[in-house]
């Protein structure tokens, strides 16, 4: 098989599968946004548990819409553990736990812990969708929209120099 023969064979593939990625990408990145701009009602609900990430902890709140009961945990866009070998030990890990991203020192005499920011009973405000009451966010949105638009963006980057490198190959 001569390499123009394997580049018209590997370049649809690779433009197909590609193309599915950017697709489903660009679906994902709408869909968070929409989430974002259809939620415009509020309702307080209350924590009922906690959500466990790698390195943090989220509330899980409770709110119920017309009588019934939906739950969301409290999103981070990031969360970065930080352990620095000059910090004392006594310093504290205070964290802004509303923030979108969240930093923590592991050398710190003072555990993160939700359960002491956000106790089991306490209220945060919840923003949803009138017409589909579980697309909500907890305090503020914090969705993955520039995860979905860089991944977006570099699948479009990836299948532009395939598509240059096959034709500088097949010239």
Not at 152 to 171: K, Q, S
Request: proline content about 5%; some cysteine.
């Amino acid at each position: 098989m001569s390499k123009l023969q394997i580049i018209f064979l590997a370049w649809p593939i690779s433009f197909a599968v590609l193309s599915f990625t950017i697709f489903l990408f660009r679906y994902l990145y709408l869909k968070e946004l929409n989430r974002k701009k259809r939620s415009t009602e509020s309702i307080k609900g209350s924590v009922v548990g906690y959500r466990y990430y790698t390195d943090a902890i989220a509330p899980i709140v409770e709110y119920v819409v017309n009588g019934k009961a939906f739950r969301r945990s409290l999103e981070y866009e990031w969360v970065t553990t930080v352990s620095l070998p000059w910090k004392s030990s006594k310093a504290t890990s205070n964290p802004d736990l509303l923030a979108k991203r969240l930093v923590l020192y592991t050398n710190s005499s003072v555990p993160y812990t939700a359960k002491d920011f956000f106790p089991l009973g306490s209220t945060l405000t919840v923003w949803y969708n009138p017409d589909n009451p579980k697309e909500s966010y907890v305090e503020r949105f914090c969705g993955a929209v520039k995860v979905y638009k860089f991944t977006y963006w570099t699948l479009v980057l990836t299948l532009v120099f395939i598509t240059i490198i096959c034709l500088t190959i097949a010239i």
